[in-house]
């Protein structure tokens, strides 16, 4: 068998259930602070799946069989250290997510996750990105939405974290620029940028939970409020931000970042504001942005 080929039997081996089948995992009330106290347990039909016997006799037929350990005795130690791995990796990514849930309930659904979604990548960073769909669509998490914007809201800081660099420009770019040019003038953004829609107090959650402190009940939002995040080098460390956006200046920035010109995006807000005031707005958005370090450059067309 090619070693690549055996490579990824192994994978599927690893992740599999002993013939004897599981029963699903009765979730307790760690997620009281989040989940207001209510239990959240998984049905039956959400059990973790049972053994491939096939691919793991094929895998066991590789596996060196010599005393004291037989081969599926062998392979049951690297499988259960192989799961148990990535639920590191997850708590890893996710650490306010843990912290809301506990550790036993983090460790169930980890287990859950693991089973649902095979590793792929070859970095063991990028695994776990698809937890919070995962949460969205999968019974109890399905009743705590919130659970799955901490989620996303985790993944999306790591990914920011760990975005390529730039050196971004200041104000004094800006002013350089003739009067003149700036109804063509376009703009280039941080590789870290990212842009969040969030409909719960999920960022007063996971602050809290920063703090060691115990977070807010959940709370649904009036209207989905847009989020900025970004990173910056503060001397010799990396550091991530975000903040909220009013809805004018979440239009003016993603029409920016489509490659619009400074005078699409004056008149992308002209849904709201009149013909004397979007100017100055703009501006102002656009200062506000180089403040922020999110700019790295100006194309004059």
């Given at each position: 068998m090619e070693l690549r080929a055996l490579q990824l039997k192994m994978q599927q081996a690893l992740l599999e259930e002993p013939a004897a089948g599981a029963s699903a995992e009765a979730l307790p009330a760690g997620a009281e602070a989040l989940a207001g106290g209510a239990e959240m347990r998984a049905?039956?039909?959400?059990?973790?799946?049972?053994?491939?016997?096939?691919?793991?006799?094929?895998v066991g037929a590789a596996i060196l069989d010599a005393p004291p350990l037989r081969p599926q005795e062998r392979l049951d130690i690297y499988?259960?250290?192989?799961?148990?791995?990535?639920?590191?990796?997850?708590?890893?990514?996710?650490?306010?997510?843990?912290?809301?849930?506990?550790?036993?309930?983090?460790?169930?659904?980890g287990a859950r996750f693991v089973a649902a979604h095979p590793s792929v990548h070859?970095?063991?960073?990028?695994?776990?990105?698809?937890?919070?769909?995962?949460?969205?669509?999968?019974?109890?998490?399905?009743?705590?939405p919130v659970l799955a914007e901490l989620a996303r809201f985790e993944w999306t800081l790591a990914a920011v974290f760990d975005s390529p660099d730039a050196a971004p420009i200041d104000r004094s770019e800006l002013m350089r620029i003739a009067p003149e040019s700036w109804a063509t003038l376009r703009f280039d953004f941080h590789p870290s940028l990212r842009r969040l829609e969030l409909k719960w107090n999920t960022v007063a959650?996971?602050?809290?939970?920063?703090?060691?402190?115990?977070?807010?009940?959940?709370?649904?939002?009036?209207?989905?409020?847009?989020?900025?995040?970004?990173?910056?080098?503060?001397?010799?460390?990396?550091?991530?931000?975000?903040?909220?956006?009013?809805?004018?200046?979440?239009h003016a920035l993603e029409t920016a970042r489509g490659g619009a010109s400074f005078a699409d995006v004056c008149a992308a807000m002209s849904f709201e504001l009149s013909d004397e005031e979007i100017p100055l707005r703009a501006a102002t958005f656009i200062g506000t942005w180089a403040d922020s370090g999110i700019l790295t450059g100006l194309q004059a067309c």
């Open positions: 049905t039956g039909a959400e059990a973790l799946p049972a053994a491939g016997m096939d691919v793991a006799a094929e499988r259960n250290a192989y799961r148990l791995r990535l639920i590191e990796a997850l708590a890893d990514t996710y650490a306010m997510l843990e912290r809301a849930l506990g550790d036993e309930d983090f460790a169930a659904l070859r970095s063991i960073r990028w695994y776990g990105a698809e937890l919070a769909e995962f949460l969205e669509r999968t019974a109890p998490y399905t009743e705590y959650a996971w602050r809290a939970l920063s703090d060691d402190e115990d977070p807010p009940a959940p709370e649904a939002l009036d209207e989905p409020t847009p989020w900025l995040l970004w990173r910056q080098n503060v001397g010799q460390e990396l550091k991530n931000y975000f903040r909220s956006l009013e809805p004018l200046e979440a």
